[in-house]
């Protein structure tokens, strides 16, 4: 479950089997859109369950420019726009 968010916040509650009510507990990604000369233009904030996710969410803001993703101040990915 990916949401791309304003906030890291949390999408509510889900019952399972047994009745069993528990919240999911996202992680909070940065994808930062880079200009032409590298410095940052744009933050897009993303809540994915794991580093697979969130790189695959990160991968489909690439559009004309580079796109770096960061948990924290772990850096996962670059992704280079396609000439």
């Known amino acids: 479950m990916a949401y791309i968010a304003e906030d890291a916040v949390s999408k509510g509650s889900r019952k399972f089997a047994g009745g069993e ?5 996202s992680t909070a990604y940065h ?36 796109v770096e993703l960061w948990q924290g101040a772990r850096m996962l990915a670059t992704f280079r726009m396609k000439e």
């Open 21 to 25: 009510e528990v919240t999911p507990v």
């Open 31 to 66: 994808a930062y859109i880079l200009g032409p000369d590298g410095h940052i233009q744009n933050r897009v904030d993303v809540l994915c369950d794991d580093d697979e996710e969130a790189t695959r969410m990160a991968e489909q803001l690439v559009d004309g420019h580079d």
